[in-house]
């Protein structure tokens, strides 16, 4: 069993910068790839980045160049680092366990002037 709770969203004005994070509960070295994923209001969830147990990356491309997805297995934590942050950017932010039934409970990303 792994709990994954995620933490750092907020309210951040267009241009602006957050770092999420996603702190699991059990050894994440034992699971093959992390992801985030987003859901905007009246939208599906969407993959935003994920990365592999041996570092390998890969973003959706509209977040290409802006976020940062890294993992910290001695911590047992994954990060996003979101950089000039657009309104549409807004969603509720969600780690998951690639290829388990885990997911964490999800983090508001607000970007608004």
């Known amino acids: 069993q792994v709990q994954l709770v995620e933490s750092g969203g907020g309210l951040v004005q267009p241009g602006g910068s957050l770092r999420l994070s996603c702190a699991a509960s059990g050894a994440i070295s034992r699971i093959a790839a992390m992801a985030w994923y987003r859901q905007a209001p009246g939208k599906q969830r969407e993959l935003v980045a994920f990365i592999t147990n041996s570092g390998s990356t890969n973003y959706a491309g509209s977040m290409k160049g802006r976020f940062t997805i890294s993992r910290d297995n001695a911590k047992n934590t994954v990060y996003l680092q979101m950089n000039t942050l657009k309104p549409e950017d807004t969603a509720v932010y969600y780690c998951?366990?690639?290829?388990?039934?885990?997911w964490g409970q999800g983090t508001q990303v607000t970007v608004s002037a």
């Open positions: 998951h366990a690639m290829n388990t039934q885990y």
